[in-house]
């Protein structure tokens, strides 16, 4: 059973970065064509995904965010990174990582993903 969990602060100030972390378990982020995202959900907004990275290493990008966001991976700790620069208090969500056989750019429900976390809160706030 593949499992992820997010990672990182719950608060973040106004003009830093956001820096997050996805450790996954029961399965390798090197193997298999999947896609391994991170998508967030504003406060009573519908989820936007921001990106993701391949089982090869290349990364996607949603347009919107390209100019701040940073995805990577450490293979060696089957984890993938999330940063996001010059981050407003209208960044603060709940963010997700997950997996998928294809790049879901425009996701309704975070079910539509095989497997996803459990979410963490991030604030962003003074």
């Known amino acids: 059973q593949v499992q992820l969990q997010e990672s990182g602060p719950g608060l973040v100030k106004p003009s830093q970065t956001l820096s997050l972390t996805c450790t996954v378990s029961?399965?390798?982020?090197?193997?298999?064509?999947?896609?391994w995202s991170w998508i967030r959900q504003p406060p009573g907004k519908g989820l936007e995904w921001m990106g993701a990275?391949?089982?090869?290493?290349?990364?996607y990008y949603s347009p919107s965010l390209k100019s701040r966001t940073s995805i990577s991976r450490d293979t060696s700790k089957n984890q993938f990174t999330l940063q996001l620069s010059s981050v407003t208090p209208e960044g603060t969500g709940v963010f997700y990582c997950?997996?998928?056989?294809?790049?879901?750019?425009?996701?309704?429900?975070?079910?539509?993903?095989?497997?996803w976390g459990q979410g963490t809160q991030v604030t962003v706030s003074s």
């Open positions: 029961g399965g390798s982020i090197t193997t298999y064509s999947y896609y």
């Open positions: 990275i391949s089982r090869s290493g290349s990364i």
């Open positions: 997950a997996r998928s056989p294809r790049i879901i750019a425009r996701p309704y429900h975070i079910s539509d993903y095989e497997y």
